[in-house]
């Protein structure tokens, strides 16, 4: 019985030692210096599988004992990731924690984001200096559709991205504007011009959709409306449009605020405003290529995500007393 008590605890001892060794001591991976992005919102277990096909690590189970036991298993984050040849995997989970090992980072970039929300983002991400990020998209231009734009402003394509640590601010909006460009339509500057505008003044419309709808089967007939309202010469009066010029936000919009004298102000200016509004996603441009045809003229928010419709400015008063009052 006492030979038996002995081979078993000599059992646990080298089973303990191989654990202590695969953890601390094994430096057999990775075999040389290692890229691995690590997919946004993987879970642990995601990342030790990961880890372990991409041969960072020699067991994926192991690492995720250590990574519980630790209570650090839902602190891994994602991003691209350089691992340096022959670590520990205790030294690959801390590289994981501290970030010291992290080469870029994921960036979600909501539809309807200014180009100035987008610069406090990506500084907020520690990426860069917002001032940089956002001088930048104020003052660069592209062409589109063979028409100068007047700032990168409804050209920074919301999507989420995988951005270089420290980005510059040219990368930065290189990558935004080419995902822009991938995500347009190819028929976009002829159907512009089926629509009577350029294709900046379609982003500008797809803009004021982007701030205006709520729900996805409303953006072509939102669109609809705006492009009747123009058509027609009547004001936009589209108080998002107005918010934009303000460098605060303005919970409600007052009757002061509809006498500022900017021409971002849709009520006392006619036509569209000189520049999109905010940087639309591919739901909003595609409304605002493709509009609902529709006698609309106005409309006012109900709840629920959608909006009331009218013909007339009576009908209108009416949505408007039966749904603001």
Known sequence: MKRLAAVLVLIVLVAAGQFWYMIFADRSRPNA????????????????????????????????????????????????????????????????????????????????????????TLADRKLGSQSAFQAYFEHQTIVLGGVRTKSLEGYLFPSTYLFPLAVSPELAADILVDQFRKELPGDAEQQARCLGYTLPQVVTVA????????????????????????RKGMPLQVDASLEYAFPNHHTEITSADLRTDTPYNTYLHVGLPPTPIANPGLPS?????????????YYVYKGNGHHAFARTLGEHNANVERYLH
Do not use: C, M
Not at 92 to 106: E, F, N, P
Not at 212 to 228: F, H, P, Q, S, T
């Open 33 to 120: 210096a290692t890229d691995v992005v690590v997919p946004h919102g993987a879970t642990s277990g995601d990342v030790a599988e990961l880890l372990a096909r991409r041969k960072v690590i020699s067991d994926p189970i192991i690492f995720r004992i250590v990574a519980r036991v630790r209570r650090v298993d839902r602190d891994l984050e994602a991003g691209e990731y350089v691992f340096p040849p022959h670590q520990t995997i205790d030294q690959i989970l801390q590289l994981l924690l501290v970030g010291r090992a992290r080469v870029a980072t994921w960036v979600t970039l909501p539809e309807g984001f200014t180009a100035v929300q987008i610069a406090d």
């Open 207 to 230: 803009s004021l959709v982007e701030r205006e709808a709520k729900a996805d089967d409303e953006r072509a007939l939102i669109a609809g409306v705006i492009y009747n309202r123009l």
């Open 285 to 297: 441009l595609l409304g605002a290529l493709h509009p609902q045809r529709t006698d609309y003229y």
